[in-house]
């Protein structure tokens, strides 16, 4: 997969995520965020986009780690709150484990 490609579906499978702890944890209704989770979406996107590695790794396996420690954790989080929700609705193709 090309580049950009890859970076786009990373970043669909972050806004999956993130939305799907917003909705249960914020009651936000769907498609919108609140505001905390908008921030760290941003972040996230940013984060992404200046990743400099290539291919990039998965980030338990990366040495740059660019996350801040705050920004990390509420990642992991996130990733293992919705990873539990979508995998209930077999949604295992997400691969929540990928990013950490
Ligand atoms: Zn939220």
């Known amino acids: 997969m090309e580049k950009q490609a890859k970076q786009e579906k ?4 972050l806004e ?8 249960s944890k914020h009651k936000s209704p769907k498609g919108v ?4 989770c908008s ?10 986009e200046k ?6 790794p998965t ?10 420690k705050a920004q990390r954790a509420k990642v ?5 709150y919705s990873g539990k929700h979508l995998m209930l609705r ?4 997400l691969l929540w484990h990928y990013f950490f």
């Open 90 to 93: 077999g949604r295992l193709d």
């Open 16 to 23: 999956t995520f993130i939305g799907c702890y917003c909705r």
């Open 39 to 48: 921030e760290l979406l941003a972040y996230a996107k940013l984060k992404r």
């Open 10 to 13: 990373d970043i669909r499978i």
């Open 59 to 68: 980030c338990k396996h990366c040495h740059v780690h660019c996350y801040g």
């Open 51 to 56: 990743c400099p590695l290539d291919p990039k």
């Open 33 to 36: 965020l609140c505001e905390e």
């Open 76 to 80: 992991r989080e996130i990733m293992a």
